[in-house]
């Protein structure tokens, strides 16, 4: 285990631990507007939704390697309104290109190749090309570091963000009407060059955990096994409760573990690992009870 203290470091090195370990990061790409009319777009990746009541977002424009305020934030201390775009896989390669260091007044709608729509409650125009963006007034922005800018690169302005107007595209809903993760295909930021794909197999489910019995309930015989993982023992923990007597004795009367048995007996296989491995596979089908009435059949 490699322990760090962050005052031991530079920023920028403690920084690359960071970033390194926490992700993947939602990107906002947000678009602003300064006093003049002239339009930024730029993406940030210290980002996320902070509550619903009112619905609001945060991002954190963080100072150059230059000492210099970023654009974006510049802009939304002249005007305190912004959208903040969803970045999709098939934008990402656009993204990137707009997270150039273009000089002030460039518009990067045009630089990237992005459609500018006009927003509907707030100045900055609003991506077409994004599956889903926020229009937002800017409530509050949260300097972490009181230092002036040119001392402190790498500091962070926490921009809070209510959101007044929302446009979600048709395509990314299905046929409940819920918002469908596969269809809205979002990326992530992570360290270095790095991003991450929230499609295909990187899409799983965990159902919302009920007041089960809880990990310190299960047997230590379990608790302790070789073969089941952390995640294995949370599904486990998650059931409301353990099997009766009578179940477990009418499972292993049953033929559904006849075959482990006779491994057991014939092919000198160690039951109890043959019943967890079982058990395992069972959790990863999500058949909890049965991985139950499996694992409680060890002698």
């Given at each position: 285990?490699?322990?760090?203290?962050?005052?031991?470091?530079?920023?920028?090195?403690?920084?690359?631990?960071?970033?390194?370990?926490?992700?993947?990061?939602?990107?906002?790409?947000?678009?602003?507007?300064?006093?003049?009319?002239?339009v930024n777009l730029s993406p940030f990746s210290f980002f996320?939704?902070?509550?619903?009541?009112?619905?609001?977002?945060?991002?954190?424009?963080?100072?150059?390697?230059?000492?210099?305020?970023?654009?974006?934030?510049?802009?939304?201390?002249?005007?305190?309104?912004?959208?903040?775009?969803?970045?999709?896989?098939?934008?990402?390669?656009?993204?990137?290109?707009?997270?150039?260091?273009?000089?002030?007044?460039?518009?990067?709608?045009?630089?990237?190749?992005?459609?500018?729509?006009?927003?509907?409650?707030?100045?900055?125009?609003?991506?077409?090309?994004?599956?889903?963006?926020?229009?937002?007034?800017?409530?509050?922005?949260?300097?972490?570091?009181?230092?002036?800018?040119?001392?402190?690169?790498?500091?962070?302005?926490?921009?809070?963000?209510?959101?007044?107007?929302?446009?979600?595209?048709?395509?990314?809903?299905?046929?409940?009407?819920?918002?469908?993760?596969?269809?809205?295909?979002?990326?992530?930021?992570?360290?270095?060059?790095?991003?991450?794909?929230?499609?295909?197999?990187?899409?799983?489910?965990?159902?919302?955990?009920?007041?089960?019995?809880?990990?310190?309930?299960?047997?230590?015989?379990?608790?302790?096994?070789?073969?089941?993982?952390?995640?294995?023992?949370?599904?486990?923990?998650?059931?409301?409760?353990?099997?009766?007597a009578d179940e477990v004795s009418a499972f292993g009367a049953?033929?559904?573990?006849?075959?482990?048995?006779?491994?057991?007996?014939?092919?000198?296989?160690?039951?109890?690992?043959?019943?967890?491995?079982?058990?395992k596979q069972l959790l990863a089908d999500n058949k909890v009870?049965?991985?139950?009435?499996?694992?409680?059949?060890?002698?």
């Open positions: 285990m490699k322990t760090i203290n962050p005052a031991d470091l530079q920023p920028s090195e403690f920084y690359r631990y960071m970033i390194g370990t926490i992700g993947p990061r939602p990107i906002a790409f947000a678009s602003t507007i300064d006093a003049k009319g002239q996320n939704v902070f509550g619903y009541n009112p619905p609001t977002l945060v991002f954190a424009p963080s100072i150059n390697r230059h000492g210099h305020k970023k654009h974006t934030l510049l802009n939304l201390e002249e005007v305190g309104e912004v959208v903040i775009n969803i970045v999709n896989y098939a934008m990402v390669e656009q993204v990137s290109l707009a997270s150039a260091e273009f000089e002030r007044g460039i518009n990067e709608f045009d630089k990237a190749g992005f459609t500018a729509i006009p927003s509907d409650q707030v100045r900055p125009p609003r991506v077409a090309e994004s599956p889903a963006a926020f229009e937002c007034i800017v409530r509050q922005i949260i300097p972490t570091n009181e230092r002036p800018a040119h001392e402190t690169p790498g500091a962070g302005y926490l921009v809070i963000c209510e959101v007044v107007m929302a446009h979600i595209h048709d395509t990314i809903f299905n046929e409940a009407g819920a918002i469908d993760p596969h269809r809205l295909d979002l990326i992530g930021r992570m360290g270095g060059d790095w991003y991450a794909r929230a499609h295909g197999d990187a899409l799983f489910e965990v159902a919302r955990p009920k007041i089960g019995i809880g990990i310190d309930q299960i047997p230590h015989s379990i608790r302790n096994s070789t073969i089941l993982s952390g995640n294995d023992l949370g599904k486990l923990g998650s059931f409301i409760a353990l099997p009766t049953s033929d559904q573990l006849k075959e482990l048995i006779d491994e057991a007996r014939y092919g000198c296989q160690y039951l109890p690992d043959l019943l967890h491995l079982r058990a009870k049965d991985a139950w009435l499996t694992l409680l059949q060890a002698p």
